[in-house]
């Protein structure tokens, strides 16, 4: 068709330009196409010539412009206005480019367009990279809080402790499998020594017998004797080697000496290696190890004990050093007597039983606050022995605490019964509170009773530290609450100081309120609580007007703006107001707010907004208060909810969102969380961070880069995240006083997308760090190194720890990826370790919940699992998880939560996410045209998906009510 005008005139508004080769030259048409070309801009093959979409329209003068403007009108790019006959006679469908050229307009529809790589017309064949260094000094390492503690030296329990014999050193040498060398004493030296020895003293001796003495004892028939297991003695043969007869069921035969050794010195069997299997994971802050069972010395040794004369041998003298040890314990030698005593311990290790040597005198008589391991540990024997041990250890105890040496005795619990907690608290009675805290933060006693003890012995940052990172402040209060009051009342003050730097106010309140001389501290954290919003700040609110004298009328004007408010958004925050005015003890106060808050909670049960006031309605009409005597006549009868949450509405069509390119903010938007109150902070990249309220105007920006955000899971705190080179820059942002302070520089491999208000989870390297975010410089509270490779991704909750490490080979790209799993009750302790199954190749997109759960995606589909599902890990926890989906070319990715997950795809310019809960229902999808992809970001209660573009959108989970963000 030959139209009318063959181009536009004057100034419009162009969606795109055409760049005509012929006309122009290739090399210029390229030059002025990267020229014009934005983030978000795409160029297509058209017409011989290059058609450059613009991210977004833009004014521009036609004589000026650098290629043909086209315009988007009713959907349609064309290059000069059409009348109505004109586009009528086109006719040209959604999406359709006319172009006039020579004279006459031709009709392109997109499928016929073929999309360009500029970045290929780009020579950067001599361009060289470069390292970015910085101009400064590199950032220090993350210091850590709670160094390691050495053992107590022999100095920590005074002169009195006797010195160590050279030769019970070398044998607790032999029997820790440490090589110490052997210095021979000539005779002289040896005659000095016995000369010199003080009257009195005391030394374990063991008789030793000569060869051809232990010869004929041990080939002396014993008939009658308690150990014989025949009526009538063996032959030499049998004795030296066993018998060779074939055993058989029902008789006393044993097999020959050449089977059973074959049989001890074979492999594990399926009993050794299913016990290693249910043995448990390693400690926190520690490289797990793999167990060891014994190996083929060990079985040659219990072979050898068992079947030939090495075992009634080494017998003996063991029965002969424990029957000196006995009588050094009986004569009242107890310095000697503690310095070879035998520990019993609970559990025997492969080692220990299969020791051949006796036990060695201790080093020193002191506490080991770590432990020990190993064949030093223990001795082998049977249980009326260690019933004898244990009774001369307690007499022993019982003696030495009467003499007054509190030091000794509690190495005798510590050590030597393996009462620890029994040792702890004989310390603190005896005020040796100082090795009391280390004895039991060594041992790893529960963390609650560590920090009481590390409070007692008045190291206050100690124990503070500790219960921030075991979150036990509770606990140890308790614990401290039955004995000493006022450090409880101290402890209390500090626990409530801690919620409140971070940010729960709402806890710090109830921390410090059995504090009254402290309540005036608690007012100002009411206020900031008050402030921030959400339905902690209504709790806050009921506490303020009943909790204070003055505090009535100051709550007045904000509980008639909540009460008075019919908005569904603030509906849970009316819940949470009523719900405290319940907690409290009858008042004026809870008098004269009964009435208007019954009736706010029944005009919310009559819109009948979720959750339902049912409930709480009843318990206000059983109140006995003479406030409700004339509504209750009135109060209908409460119904149960006939309302299902959206949340489990599957019945409901799916909520569908569209994002066009014409709903482009004026900012690109690199990350988005939403907070209570239904605000909204964004990061703006080098723009910094915006918070938005609820009907789209600006409340607050932040001068601080921010690409990635970190967020509080009070909503009043965040970390902006900024690359800096290798390193990442942190800012700290206050969004209830809204301001933005710069924190540190450090590096970053992953980290977790929440955290507490003080305590944050990072990964750097090859460790995990539990970071302190209060403190002026990063501080590890905690870490594990490392962890054998590269953390990938980091998920974190009030309960769980978990993260993705890959493995590498070397000389090879990717070996395995691994699932690490940590409780935090009490401090953070491994729970799993499990490789993620059918995944070969290096992963692509990875998905993971605090808990465990996880999904990875395969860059490269072998070619007999293209239909397969993605590999996933099932959570540690017990609940329902989701279904593990089919991967196929167009899904991007998957975003995980407990109960939601989100599958992203992408075809062409489309990019899809669908929302699905997890009966595997699509509950929403939102849909965005253009090149850059979307960003999801998931927890329980909203979903965020935005772009480079700008263009914001999030969904309310329990209502299902779907909000815009305008970028402006």
């Known amino acids: ?315 003996q003298r063991k029965g002969d050093y424990l029957r000196r040890l006995f009588e050094l314990f009986d004569e009242g030698k107890l310095d000697e007597a503690l310095r070879h005593a035998i520990p019993l311990t609970k559990d025997l290790d492969e080692r220990a039983r299969l020791a051949l040597g006796v036990p060695g005198p201790r080093e020193e008589l002191r ?69 009391a805290a280390e004895l039991a933060e060594g041992r790893g006693l529960p963390a609650s009773l560590v920090v009481r003890q590390w409070f007692l012995a008045k190291d206050v940052e100690r124990a503070v530290s500790i219960a921030r990172r075991s979150g036990v402040f509770a606990d140890a209060v308790l614990r401290l609450e039955k004995t000493h009051p006022a450090e409880a009342q101290a402890l209390r003050l500090l626990w409530a100081e801690s919620l409140a730097e971070a940010g729960d106010w709402s806890r710090a309140v109830d921390a410090v309120w059995p504090v009254s001389s402290a309540r005036h501290i608690a007012r100002a954290w009411v206020d900031r609580g008050i402030q921030a919003g959400g339905a902690s700040g209504a709790k806050l609110l009921a506490r303020l007007a009943l909790g204070f004298p003055d505090g009535f009328g100051a709550a007045r004007e904000d509980v008639q703006t909540l009460l008075s408010d019919d908005a569904p958004a603030r509906a849970p925050e009316r819940l949470a107001f009523a719900m405290e005015l319940l907690r409290e003890d009858a008042s004026d106060a809870r008098s004269a707010l009964l009435v208007p808050v019954t009736r706010a909670l029944m005009r919310d049960e009559a819109a009948d907004i979720f959750p339902p006031h049912s409930k709480l309605l009843q318990q206000l009409r059983a109140l006995k208060d003479p406030a409700m005597a004339a509504l209750r006549t009135d109060l209908p009868t409460p119904q149960a909810s006939q309302r299902r949450p959206w949340a489990e509405a599957n019945d409901l069509p799916p ?54 955000l970190v967020v509080s899971e009070q909503g009043n705190r965040a970390l902006a995240l900024a690359r800096r080179g290798d390193l990442w820059r942190l800012s700290r942002l206050d969004l209830v006083e809204r301001r933005a302070t710069r924190w540190c520089d450090t590096e970053l491999d992953a980290w977790a997308p929440t955290y507490d208000g003080e305590r944050w989870f990072i990964a750097a390297r090859d460790t995990v760090s539990m970071v302190d975010t209060l403190a002026a410089e990063p501080r590890s509270l905690w870490r594990v190194t490392q962890v054998g490779g590269t953390v990938l991704k980091l998920a974190a909750d009030a309960q769980h720890l978990s993260f993705l490490v890959m493995h590498l080979t070397p000389g090879q790209d990717f070996e395995h990826l691994e699932r690490w799993i940590y409780s935090l009750a009490g401090g953070p302790t491994l729970r799993g370790r499990a490789n993620m199954p059918d995944l070969r190749g290096a992963p692509g997109a990875l998905a993971l919940t605090p808990d465990g759960e996880a999904m990875a995606e395969r860059i490269v589909l072998p070619k007999d699992m293209e239909s397969g599902p993605w590999p996933y890990l099932a959570p540690i926890a017990a609940r329902r998880f989701h279904l593990p989906s089919r991967q196929d070319e167009e899904r991007a990715g998957v975003v995980l939560a407990q109960a939601w997950s989100v599958a992203r795809f992408q075809k062409r310019e489309l990019h899809t996410s669908v929302l699905r809960g997890l009966a595997g229902h699509a509950r929403a999808t939102v849909e965005f045209s253009g090149t850059p992809p979307q960003v999801v970001r998931l927890t329980e209660d909203w979903c965020v998906v935005h772009d480079l573009f700008g263009r914001v959108v999030w969904l309310d989970l329990h209502s299902g009510e779907v909000h815009r963000v305008p970028v402006v």
């Open 1 to 315: 068709m030959r139209p009318r005008a063959h181009v536009h005139r004057g100034t419009v508004v162009a969606a795109a330009y055409w760049f005509h080769p012929e006309t122009l030259g290739e090399a210029e048409a390229r030059r002025r196409v990267l020229a014009a070309w934005c983030p978000g801009a795409t160029v297509w093959a058209l017409a011989g010539g290059h058609l450059l979409k613009l991210a977004a329209p833009r004014k521009s003068a036609v004589d000026a412009a650098p290629g043909l403007p086209l315009v988007l009108e009713a959907g349609v790019l064309t290059s000069a206005p059409l009348s109505a006959k004109e586009r009528e006679r086109l006719a040209p469908p959604d999406g359709a480019i006319v172009l006039v050229h020579a004279g006459v307009a031709r009709m392109y529809v997109p499928g016929e367009l073929r999309q360009v790589d500029p970045g290929a017309w780009l020579d950067v064949s001599e361009w060289r990279r470069v390292r970015v260094k910085g101009l400064g000094a590199p950032p220090p390492p993350i210091k850590v809080a709670l160094e390691p503690l050495p053992p107590p030296t022999r100095e920590s329990f005074g002169p009195k402790v006797p010195t160590l014999a050279p030769e019970a050193e070398r044998m607790l040498a032999r029997m820790e499998g440490r090589e110490v060398p052997v210095v021979r004493e000539g005779f002289f030296a040896r005659l000095r020594r016995a000369f010199s020895q003080k009257p009195g003293e005391a030394t374990l001796t063991v008789r030793r017998e000569g060869l051809f003495s232990r010869l004929r004892k041990a080939f002396r028939a014993e008939t009658g004797g308690a150990s014989d297991s025949h009526a009538s003695s063996p032959s030499l043969w049998q004795r030296l080697f066993g018998s060779s007869s074939v055993t058989t069921p029902g008789t006393g035969g044993r097999p020959g000496w050449f089977a059973r050794l074959l049989a001890g010195m074979r492999g594990r069997d399926s009993a050794t290696a299913s016990r290693q299997a249910s043995l448990p994971e390693p400690g926190a802050g520690t490289r797990p190890a793999e167990p060891e069972g014994p190996g083929a010395l060990e079985q040659l040794k219990a072979w050898m004990l068992q079947n030939t004369l090495l075992g009634r041998l080494v017998g």
């Open 367 to 435: 506490i080991q606050p770590q432990g020990r391991s190993g064949a030093a540990q223990s001795f082998g024997g049977g249980p009326a022995v260690f019933e004898a041990l244990r009774e001369r250890y307690r007499e022993t105890f019982r003696r030495l605490e009467r003499e007054g040496r509190i030091d000794e005795a509690a190495f005798v619990l510590a050590e030597l019964l393996g009462a620890i907690e029994e040792a702890v608290s004989f310390l603190e009675r005896h005020g040796r509170f100082q090795l």
């Open 655 to 708: 909520v569908r969102v569209w994002m066009d390119r014409n709903d482009a903010g004026a900012h690109a938007v690199h990350d988005a969380v939403v907070l209570p109150g239904q605000r909204v902070l964004l990061a703006l990249g080098e723009a910094g961070a915006r918070l938005v309220g609820p009907d789209g105007r600006t409340l607050a920006n932040f001068d601080v880069p921010s690409y990635s």
